[in-house]
Each structure stands twice: as C-alpha cells, then as structure tokens.
C-alpha cells in the first residue's frame, strides 16, 4: 500500500500562484507514476499532470499547459504541483494519486492510491 497526504491548497485571487504538494509514504518502491487530478462541484474528475517517477518525464492537461508545473523529489518521496495564473475555472478539489503500473497514466481507472484531496479555491 502507498499512502499519499496533499497539502497547499488555499484560496488565492485569479492571476496568483499556489504550490500544492504530495508525501507519499509506504510501499513507494512500487511506483511508476505520480500524477494529480481535480474535481469541481458538480463535475468528473479530470487529469491535470502526470510525472514518470524514476526518467522524470511529465504531461499536461492542455487547460493548464504552460500554467502548472508538476516535479518530484525523490530522496523526500514527494511530488509538487506549481500552480501559476491561477483563473476561477481552476476551482477544485485536487487530489494527489500514484500508479504501479503505467509510464505516464492520464486516466482515472489507471491509478492506484489516492489522497484525501485538499481545497484551491481562486477568487475573480
């Protein structure tokens, strides 16, 4: 079992940046990937980055390409998503989760474990 705690979320005005980050602890060894999805009110649960562990490859959503960084410290088992330009659409609960199994999943049903999920709320 991987167990993953988030934390970071707040609220902030449209335009500002928030870093969102993941402790993954655990069975850690067995992950290939480590991505971050969100959700808002009313809505499914969409994919917003992807990063390949051990090679460090990443991918994006095209709604937050050239926004949102997503990267991995190894030696502290955590991975961050750097949020810059932040725009009310990026309201969500967004939830930290890894994969065993695939090099860069962008599906739900491909991952794993899942945080709790913590709160970003931007402001107009």
């Known amino acids: 079992q991987v167990q993953l705690v988030e934390s970071g979320g707040g609220l902030v005005q449209a335009g500002g940046s928030l870093r969102l980050s993941c402790a993954a602890s655990g069975r850690t060894f067995s992950t290939s990937a480590m991505g971050w999805f969100r959700q808002a009110p009313g809505k499914e649960r969409e994919f917003v980055a992807t990063i390949n562990w051990n090679a460090g490859y990443t991918d994006y959503a095209d709604s937050v390409k050239g926004r949102f960084t997503i990267s991995r410290d190894s030696a502290e088992n955590t991975v961050y998503l750097k949020m810059n330009s932040l725009k009310p659409g990026d309201t969500a609960v967004y939830y930290c989760?890894?994969?065993?199994?695939?090099?860069?999943?962008?599906?739900?049903?491909?991952?794993?474990?899942w945080g709790q999920g913590t709160q970003v709320t931007v402001s107009s």
């Open positions: 989760t890894a994969s065993r199994r695939l090099f860069l999943p962008t599906r739900v049903g491909e991952y794993d474990y």
